[in-house]
């Protein structure tokens, strides 16, 4: 039987973690590659602001929620917070007198501008669709931990920390989204969020895709050449945005909730690890 809230053992805290992301400075810091590093720099590109916006789509309904879900939608809050200063400092050490960082924050903004004038419901929809997507790529790097071989150590520490925390967290917003929506119709929330889910798979691979172009194109790459590269990396090898398909489909099944795969086993060694980075003491 599938889990339809988050599990009532599963506490969503915050680690307050610093890293060391001077190897940024250096260019292609995923072991020399200009493409894989396109790529993660254009995800991290869109966090800041979009992670603001996740915090601020549950923030709205807080005072619609009680127990366990509010305390951890605080948990989340303060989860996405530190992620969105870490992926900052990250943003910040790419060189931007080379790349068209500048150009591609203001795209971010714009389309994040967009998504927070569409209300609130909106913002919540649009959060628990891209919730499932980072989850999904989490999932795939905890099942391919090749990923991020020869990339420098704390910036591969970044992405293994975000991806443990995206885990923990994957049902808060969705859980929230159930509780303001439950006297919706099951047919109406479930086309809610299938239509969402739809638009949003289109527009983040897209926009992503093209981000990552950009940033090749200021190493040399045609514009033909680059989108040809970031498309290959992301659909093809290692295929960022593919190899998670299972769990990506499993959001258009009726009754779905993204604790059905329960994936507290593949994190624990992670989560053990940043536990102690964080001075927390380890579970027993």
Do not use: C
Request: aromatic share 12%; glycine share 6%.
């Amino acid at each position: 039987m599938s889990a339809k809230t988050t599990p009532a053992d599963l506490a969503v805290e915050p680690r307050d973690i610093h890293f060391d992301l001077e190897a940024a400075r250096k260019g292609h810091w995923l072991a020399g590659d200009p493409v894989g590093t396109a790529v993660f720099n254009a995800l991290s590109l869109t966090f800041p602001d979009g992670e603001r916006l996740f915090i601020d789509a549950v923030k709205h309904y807080r005072g619609q929620l009680k127990g366990k879900l509010a305390e951890d939608v605080k948990g989340f809050i303060a989860q996405e917070a530190i992620h969105s200063r870490e992926h900052h400092v990250l943003n910040q050490l790419i060189d931007r007198d080379r790349y068209p960082v500048a150009e591609i924050e203001a795209q971010i903004r714009g389309r994040v501008k967009e998504s927070r004038n569409r209300g609130p419901m909106a913002m919540l929809i649009s959060t628990i669709a891209l919730e499932h997507f980072t989850a999904m790529m989490a999932e795939m790097h905890m099942a391919h931990r090749d990923l991020f071989d020869g990339a420098a150590p704390d910036i591969e520490r970044l992405w293994r920390w975000h991806a443990m925390e995206e885990t923990e967290h994957k049902a808060v917003a969705f859980d929230v989204f159930m509780e303001v929506t439950k006297d919706w119709s099951p047919f109406l929330r479930y086309r809610r969020r299938v239509i969402s889910m739809a638009i949003i798979t289109f527009m983040f691979s897209r926009n992503i895709s093209r981000y990552a172009a950009r940033l090749l194109e200021a190493d040399g790459y045609s514009p033909e050449a680059a989108l040809k590269a970031v498309k290959a990396y992301v659909w093809k090898k290692p295929g960022l945005f593919s190899r998670g398909w299972k769990t990506y489909f499993a959001w258009y099944r009726p009754g779905f909730h993204p604790w059905d795969q329960d994936s507290r086993a593949e994190v624990a060694v992670w989560k053990a690890e940043f536990d102690s980075a964080a001075g927390r003491p380890a579970a027993a």
